[in-house]
């Protein structure tokens, strides 16, 4: 399993990306400091870091300088400084990646598969799951039941993914609007719903796999 050290002083970064890349099979470990990323790049191996510029003890710019002089680890830079010079220092410090606050989870953890590939990491999405009679192939993107692939939308892929992967977990709404259609989405409820109905549709003999869960939302199980 492919590991990523999230180093950012904000919290809420670190449970969006897990959200994100442990839903991609990548196991995740976090660091408040660029002291702290740099002591932790000692102690352990990460296949990629996801690095943000401004921390407190040692900014982003320092640490990879830092982590880079004892191992050879890709880094994803992170930041709200957006500025050309700001890239450009990035890069003279060895970064793979930049990426601008705020930004889509879901192109940060393509940008993620892409170097962890580079470098000669076999992606974690390189397999095949089965729940019951399902099977989702992760890589494809394709979803077969007892072998028969079913068409679905890319959004309907997304919440069965979802919902399988958190099986016998009950799940709000708006914990499937989140993880889905992103932190900054601010649709409604329905929406979940009528992709529900859809995707059920589409299940056929599978439909009851995701049960409703009166006064919450959505879960599945086999």
Known sequence: MARILVADDERDIHELIRRYAERDGYEVMTATTGLEAVQLCREND??????????????????????????????????????????????????????????????????VEVIVSRHGKQSPRTDRRSFGRIEIDLPGRGV??????????????????????????????????????????FGEDRTVDWQIKHLRNKLGDCRDYIKTVRGVGYKFEV
Do not use: Q
């Open 46 to 111: 990460f296949d990629i870091i996801i690095m943000d510029v401004m921390m407190p003890e040692m900014d982003g710019f320092k640490a990879s300088k830092e982590i880079k002089k004892i191992k050879d680890i890709p880094i994803l830079m992170l930041s709200a400084r957006g500025e050309e010079y700001d890239k450009l220092f990035g890069f003279e410090v060895g970064a793979d990646d930049y990426v601008v606050k705020p930004f889509s989870p879901k192109e940060l953890m393509a940008r």
């Open 144 to 185: 077969y039941i007892d072998g028969a692939e079913i068409e679905l939308t890319a959004k309907e892929f997304d919440v069965l993914l979802y919902l399988a992967e958190h099986s016998g977990m009950a799940l709000s709404r708006d914990n499937i609007l989140s993880a889905v259609w992103g932190y900054d989405y």
